[in-house]
């Protein structure tokens, strides 16, 4: 089978552990998680988690069987990247004089709909959300002018079709 990105949607209750017993299922099978978020979700007391892997669809399945097996998990879902609407977030710090000094850092910031977040005497600070190509031509983009630090974000995603889960959640914030 071939293998392709794949969104892993997990709604729970908020217990310790359970991250640690979520990330055990892909470890046994050696699948690296890509990228991983926890959020709370649109029901008060359910959180979401948006985890994101590189598998065939049949390791996919598996791993969503399983990781509902766990007794706080509400319901999982897997979604391929046209199923989605998504997003990460990367922050990128730049010594200050680049800004001035190279009229190109400018152009880059502008046509990569990047936002400068801070300035300060010594760095800048360049946020950028979007797909995670996009993070990464900015990163391609500003590494010839020597990037400080750099950090992004896990994906967070919402499905383009309504999920069943809605429902399953209103009964349950109705019961707590």
Same mark, same amino acid.
């Given at each position: 089978m071939e293998k392709k990105w794949y969104?892993?949607?997990?709604?729970?209750?908020n217990h310790v552990g359970l991250l640690n017993r979520i990330s055990g299922i892909f470890l046994k099978r050696h699948i690296n998680i890509e990228s991983l978020n926890v959020s709370a979700s649109e029901i008060?007391?359910?959180?979401?988690?948006?985890i994101v892997v590189f598998t065939t669809q049949k390791w996919v399945?598996?791993?969503?069987?399983?990781?509902?097996?766990?007794?706080?998990?509400?319901?999982?879902?897997? %979604?391929?990247? !046209? +199923?989605i609407?998504?997003?990460?977030?990367?922050?990128f710090k730049v010594a200050s004089h680049l800004l001035f000094d190279e009229r190109q850092i400018q152009n880059i910031i502008k046509e990569s709909n990047s936002q400068i977040v801070t300035v300060s005497r010594d760095y800048f600070v360049i946020a950028k959300?979007?797909?995670? %190509?996009?993070? !990464? +031509?900015l990163?391609?983009?500003?590494?010839?002018?020597?990037i400080l630090q750099f950090v992004r974000s896990g994906r967070i995603a919402v499905s383009k079709e309504a999920m069943p889960i809605t429902e399953l959640l209103k009964k349950y914030e109705d019961l707590n």
């Open positions: 969104t892993i949607s997990v709604y729970s209750e008060p007391s359910v959180s979401k988690f948006t399945e598996n791993i969503v069987g399983q990781i509902e097996k766990q007794i706080e998990v509400i319901k999982a879902f897997a %979604h391929t990247d !046209d +199923e609407i998504y997003q990460e977030t990367a922050l959300a979007g797909r995670r %190509h996009e993070v !990464d +031509e990163h391609d983009l500003l590494a010839p002018f020597g």
